[in-house]
């Protein structure tokens, strides 16, 4: 599935950090890790520091999938306020999904300054009404996300005005938050993994897999044989392809990075993250270099050809709306690009095994937390394949 087109920024500044080999050969290993984005660099990355012996191979050049797409703002807000999650899968469930992204960022930012990755960032997120009659909701959300513990404010129309410099009725000013380089991050976690024994094959198409008694054969194009212990599918929103049940819509979402912004300070106060109310939601974050990111203007999934076609008319509306937040800020496009990701009706990721694939293990995090449910499927994955109970598996699983 062809899942970006336009120009995606992190490939044009990083361009290829690293080069994989092709798989050649029949192989041999504990565990065969398909997928080589963000999910699967950080399930790799946990396998190989517990010591599991382990494959990566991914059909593209590693991270040109939805990885290299990613606007990589990181939340431990879920696509669904916490306010209607509680009420949709109770609020035990729904409180501790999103302390789990959360923790998840905290998980992050020590990753990041043990590989001495310097382009991970802590910030604060403020979610703002997008209309006055969403003040209800945002009352709602900031009340429950206190219940929670989360380090929230409420803030009214003066406030956003006074500390941000643009209008909204209302919103939640949240302490936990942060941005990241995606695509950057996962060549990083793998280059780390590739040290202590990961071997990676990139350019390496899975065309079919045998389910044995007590292992797992896969074949690729060229004919070479991977034989496993374990998978864990970490290919995202590809999944449709593996798996015959309906868990996930596709959604095509748009986005721009703007030309460096030459003002003495950052465009807006503390550099925070931005997102509204609306549906679909308008996000937006700021890079090191003072260039605006802003994404949106989602669109339901049909096919590529489609999806392409609207770049420039949602790039011309994402203008429009940054217009409307900073009509003093004159905003000028770049590069602009589109990627395919996937919603679930609960806002959850799916994580664990599924019983119509034996010895599998999936790692699939959708939605617009795809960075921090990586972390969570790690984590869960890594335990399962070592036998351990996890806690939080039964939350993500195929059977909820």
Not at 60 to 72: H, N, Y
Not at 133 to 139: A, N, P, Q, V, W
Not at 159 to 164: C, L, P, S, V
Not at 173 to 179: A, D, H, M, P, V
Request: net charge positive.
């Amino acid at each position: 599935m062809n899942l970006t087109s336009g120009y995606p920024y992190w490939l044009i500044n990083s361009g290829l950090p690293n080069k994989f080999e092709k798989l050649y050969q029949d192989v041999k290993t504990d565990v065969v890790i398909l997928g080589g984005g963000i999910s699967g660099a950080l399930t790799s990355y946990y396998l190989i520091n517990s010591g599991i012996d382990c494959i990566l191979v991914d059909a593209r050049t590693i991270g040109l999938g939805s990885t290299c797409a990613s606007t990589s703002l990181l939340q431990y807000e879920l696509d669904t306020p916490l306010c209607k999650l509680s009420k949709q899968i109770g609020f035990k469930k729904a409180a501790r999904s999103y302390k789990l992204c959360s923790e998840s960022i905290d998980t992050l930012n020590d990753i990041s300054n043990k590989l001495k990755f310097k382009e991970f960032e802590k910030n604060n997120s403020l979610f703002y009404a997008a209309y006055k009659k969403h003040d209800e909701l945002i009352h709602e959300e900031y009340l429950i996300r206190k219940k929670c513990g989360f380090q929230v404010e409420h803030l009214i129309e003066n406030d956003i005005e006074k500390g941000y410099g643009f209008s909204a009725s209302s919103a939640i000013l949240s302490e936990q938050g942060g941005t990241t380089d995606a695509y950057l991050f996962t060549h990083a976690l793998l280059k780390e993994s590739e040290k202590k024994g990961l071997r990676i094959y990139d350019r390496t198409n899975i065309t079919e897999i045998e389910y044995k008694k007590r292992s797992v054969k896969l074949r690729t194009e060229n004919n070479c044989n991977i034989t496993a212990k374990k998978i864990v599918n970490a290919t995202g929103f590809e999944i449709t392809e593996f798996i015959n049940k309906k868990i996930v819509k596709l959604i095509s979402t748009y986005a721009l990075i703007s030309e460096n912004i030459k003002t003495p300070s950052p465009v807006w106060n503390d550099k925070i993250l931005i997102w509204n109310t609306d549906d679909p939601y308008l996000y937006l974050r700021l890079t090191k270099d003072n260039r605006v990111i802003i994404g949106g203007r989602d669109e339901d999934f049909s096919n590529a050809v489609k999806r392409d076609k609207l770049i420039k008319k949602k790039s011309t509306q994402l203008v429009k709306d940054f217009e409307k937040l900073f009509p003093e800020i004159e905003l000028l496009p770049e590069f602009r690009w589109t990627g395919t990701f996937g919603t679930t009706k609960d806002s959850l990721p799916y994580i664990g095994t599924y019983e119509k694939t034996p010895h599998t293990y999936y790692a699939l995090g959708f939605g617009g937390n795809g960075i921090t449910f990586s972390v969570i499927a790690a984590e869960i994955i890594c335990d399962l394949i070592k036998s351990k109970r996890n806690a939080n598996a039964e939350l993500f699983s195929f059977q909820r």
